[in-house]
T-cell receptor, first 114, second 112 residues
């Protein structure tokens, strides 16, 4: 079956540091890959996505590249801010003809200090 | 923007009660989902629905049922609440395909 493995947190950084959160996956076929972010007390928000190999998703300074050869989708940001403190979830879709169920990693908490 | 609304942010119920968690989306999405989120376990799929009156079991359906009488509304039902169902419950919807979900803000349920 499908599975997603994320690095365990928390990841603790100082403001303006470089961020990498690792994500690897196991899936059949050609899934789409996603990063979601969850701020304290809220639901998940879609951060970025990539639908095929070598695609790069980007949003709000975050980037991730769909690497089929290494089955990875690592999240990066060049300079983090305190407001980026949140839990980040990597996910993949096992798309069927009309719907897709997402399989999530366990989440990685990011804490950014001033 | 698509909006997914969950009726309660916080809920406290007693063991054995029948509990209804409501979710409404306003963008005519075909597919709706219920997940629960627990520390160290991430998000786990309980049930989903790809059409009105259709439902499919997810990874952990035991102790739950669902209802989808109208396209915009997807209800999660705990037939007889137990303390191990204390959790954050997240509803989501999607139009179909590979665009990803839109989530509600979640309902934190405590069963005492």
């Amino acid at each position: 079956g499908n599975s997603v493995t994320q690095m365990e947190g928390p990841v603790t950084l100082s403001e303006e540091a470089f961020l990498t959160i690792n994500c690897t996956y196991t899936a059949t076929g050609y899934p789409s890959l996603f990063w979601y972010v969850q701020y304290p007390g809220e639901g998940l928000q879609l951060l970025l996505k990539a639908t095929k190999a070598d695609d790069k998703g980007s949003n709000k300074g975050f980037e991730a590249t769909y690497r089929k050869e290494t089955t990875s989708f690592h999240l990066e940001k060049g300079s983090v801010q305190v407001s980026d403190s949140a839990v980040y979830f990597c996910a993949l879709s096992g798309a069927n003809s009309g719907y897709s169920t997402l399989t999530f990693g366990k989440g990685t908490m990011l804490l950014v200090s001033p | 923007d698509v909006k997914v609304t969950q009726s309660s942010r916080y809920l406290v119920k007693r063991t054995g009660e029948k509990v209804f968690l409501e979710c409404v989306q306003d963008m005519d999405h075909e597919n709706m989902f219920w997940y629960r989120q627990d520390p160290g376990l991430g998000l786990r799929l309980i049930y989903f629905s790809y059409d009105v009156k259709m439902k499919e079991k997810g990874d952990i359906p035991e102790g739950y049922s669902v209802s989808r009488e109208k396209k915009e509304r997807f209800s999660l039902i705990l037939e007889s609440a137990s303390t191990n169902q204390t959790s954050m419950y997240l509803c989501a919807s999607e139009p179909g395909g590979k665009d990803g979900y839109t989530f509600g803000s979640g309902t934190r349920l405590t069963v005492v």
